[in-house]
């Protein structure tokens, strides 16, 4: 179980710092993006934690640990799509944020994320709270209840407003967001 532990966070530590890196910040993601969905985002658990630790997923007390560091999601459950997105990393931030590419493969039978082609986009619009700056949550949780789209932890909910202001972001509840997913051309 150590090992399997410890391969798990080694793998997801590459997969932040492929994105890091390998995102291409020339690539204009707004401009090549197919079509836009509307969706909304709330969070749940206290204001600066690290949401459930029960998650579907199966990443149990980790997601407070790097490198989760408390930035996760659960979404409903057709984006769930019967736990096919375990693992799988979004970008959210506000309208000037673009997102970096990833997907879900398995170590040790637990899902993770790593870089592909393939874009997963999201950004929050109509709040002047929102700061701009791209937050990259991970999925662990399904929301069955939630027909909105993602229900974040306090955490990467607040990371999307501009210092000082993650409480009025907090404040709002629902966040409308639009998210997009596409393929380079």
């Known amino acids: 179980m150590a090992l399997i532990k410890q391969s798990l966070i ?10 890091s890196i390998g995102f291409n910040r020339n690539l ?10 509307a969706a909304g985002a709330t969070w749940y658990g206290s204001p600066n934690g690290a949401g ?3 998650g579907s997923c199966g990443y149990g007390n980790l997601v407070s640990q790097y490198p989760f560091s408390s930035m996760i999601t659960a979404v409903s459950s057709s984006l769930y799509n019967s736990g096919k997105e375990c693992g799988a990393c979004y970008q959210f931030g506000c309208p000037r944020a673009n997102v970096e590419a990833a997907h879900t493969v398995l170590l040790h039978g637990l899902p993770l994320c790593y870089i592909s082609q393939k874009e ?10 929102c700061s701009g700056k791209a937050v990259r949550v991970v999925i662990t949780d399904v929301c069955p209840g939630c027909l909105l789209g993602f229900d974040l932890s306090g955490s990467s909910f607040g990371a999307m407003a501009f210092p000082g202001q993650e409480h009025k972001l907090r404040g709002i509840g629902v966040l409308e967001i639009q998210y997009a997913r596409y393929a380079y051309a």
């Open 28 to 37: 204009s993601a707004f401009a090549t993006a197919p079509y836009w969905s």
């Open 10 to 19: 080694v793998a997801i530590m590459f997969c932040y710092v492929e994105l």
């Open 52 to 54: 459930t630790d029960g």
């Open 120 to 129: 997963d986009m999201v950004k929050c619009t109509k709040s002047p709270y």
